[in-house]
């Protein structure tokens, strides 16, 4: 059965950083030529997009909210996928979910009605 764990959450002050790491695994899936996405879920609100990367690993797209404060990165060879958050805020305080695209080599989707397989997700709490 396929899966993807979340992991790296926790509490951290603001102005700090935190790396989340996404680990899928499964006898026959690989991520190799799906497009891998972080999404996060705040208390009370909807779910959304934080950044994409293609399965090429050579496209990335950030929400605005976290431009120039994240880096998402992946390992095909690992079977990972990497967040790094910086300069973290009160307001990224949230349950975040790493997500798999399938075919998706070339493109970096922000919806995630186009991601079908998720993890159960990583708490990441930002103290003020």
């Known amino acids: 059965q396929v899966q993807l764990v979340e992991s790296g959450g926790g509490l951290v002050q603001a102005g700090g950083s935190l790396r989340l790491s996404c680990a899928a695994s499964?006898?026959?899936?690989?991520?190799?030529?799906?497009?891998m996405g972080w999404f996060r879920q705040a208390s009370g609100k909807d779910r959304e997009f934080v950044a994409a990367v293609s399965g090429s690993g050579g496209m990335t797209l950030y929400a605005d909210s976290v431009k120039g404060r994240a880096t998402i990165s992946r390992d095909n060879a690992k079977n990972t996928v990497s967040l790094q958050m910086n300069m973290l805020k009160f307001e990224d305080t949230a349950v975040y979910y790493c997500?798999?695209?399938?075919?998706?080599?070339?493109?970096?989707?922000?919806?995630?009605?186009?991601?079908?397989?998720w993890g159960q997700g990583t708490q990441v709490t930002v103290s003020s």
């Open positions: 499964g006898r026959t899936f690989s991520i190799s030529r799906s497009a």
């Open positions: 997500a798999a695209a399938s075919d998706r080599y070339y493109t970096t989707p922000s919806d995630r009605r186009e991601y079908g397989r």
